[in-house]
Nanobody
Framework: QVRLVESGGGLVQAGGSLRLSCAASGSIFSIAAMGWYRQAPGKQRELVALITSGGTTNYADSVKGRFTITRDNAKNTVYLQMNSLKPEDTAVYYC???????????????WGQGTQVTVSS
């Protein structure tokens, strides 16, 4: 099984910064990608940023130029540096990893428990 542990959420004023971290552990054979999603009240969960094992990144248009996703492959850890935060960034942020536990198994998506990010105006 794969376990994700997130940290770094909290309350910040508009214009401020936060850094989220997510460490994957367990019987991991390989990870294809790690990323962050968010869900605001009354809205669907949406992709924020994604990074593949090769370092390719993908960002939601709403966070481009403000958020940066990085990854430490040796530690199976992904980070999300969030700058110039806006009230509309307020949401529960979920870590996601696409991983497999053996060479013969397909990749599955695993999710963290979520961490609250609140940006006050």
């Amino acid at each position: 099984q794969v376990r994700l542990v997130e940290s770094g959420g909290g309350l910040v004023q508009a214009g401020g910064s936060l850094r989220l971290s997510c460490a994957a552990s367990g019987s991991i054979f390989s990870i294809a990608a790690m990323g962050w999603y968010r869900q605001a009240p009354g809205k669907q969960r949406e992709l924020v940023a994604l990074i593949t094992s090769g370092g390719t990144t993908n960002y939601a248009d709403s966070v481009k130029g403000r958020f940066t996703i990085t990854r430490d492959n040796a530690k199976n850890t992904v980070y999300l540096q969030m700058n110039s935060l806006k009230p509309e960034d307020t949401a529960v942020y979920y870590c996601n990893t696409r991983a497999r536990v053996s060479l013969t198994q397909r990749y599955y998506d695993y999710w963290g428990q979520g961490t609250q990010v609140t940006v006050s105006s």
